[in-house]
């Protein structure tokens, strides 16, 4: 049982990025999937989060109208975030977690490796 983050990598300022949260060993179904990041010398703070039970989702105001978490309904094993319009200060290290039920947590169940994204002015 396990998640893993991928999809991450180097992009031009204004440039876009596709990451997958994707999980073996069980489905995302009732799953709360956050994504957050930490760059370096900072705090980990959360970018983006999808609801297990109502599908709610929660953006940070950095990347509020650039970034959009979706649920892959057809692979019920992955949750996508996809990042448009890129800035330098997007560059980061991303990792997604996963929990039972809402984002309002302070705790979650998994976490997953996390995946590198770099920004170039």
């Known amino acids: 049982v396990q998640l893993q983050a991928s999809g991450g990598g180097l992009v031009q300022t204004g440039g876009s990025l596709r990451l997958s949260c994707g999980a073996s060993?069980?489905?995302?179904?009732?799953?709360?999937v956050g994504w957050y990041r930490q760059a370096p010398g900072k705090e980990r703070e959360g970018v983006s989060c999808?609801?297990?039970?109502?599908?709610?989702?929660?953006d940070a105001a950095a990347v509020r109208g650039r970034f959009t978490i979706s649920r892959d309904n057809a692979k019920n094993t992955v949750v996508y975030l996809e990042m448009n319009s890129l800035k330098p200060e997007d560059t980061a290290v991303y990792h997604c977690?996963?929990?039972?039920?809402?984002?309002?947590?302070?705790?979650?169940?998994?976490w997953g490796q996390g995946t590198q994204v770099t920004v170039s002015s």
């Open positions: 977690a996963a929990g039972i039920g809402t984002c309002h947590r302070s705790d979650w169940d998994y």
């Open positions: 060993g069980f489905t995302l179904d009732d799953y709360a």
């Open positions: 999808i609801s297990g039970t109502d599908g709610r989702i929660t």
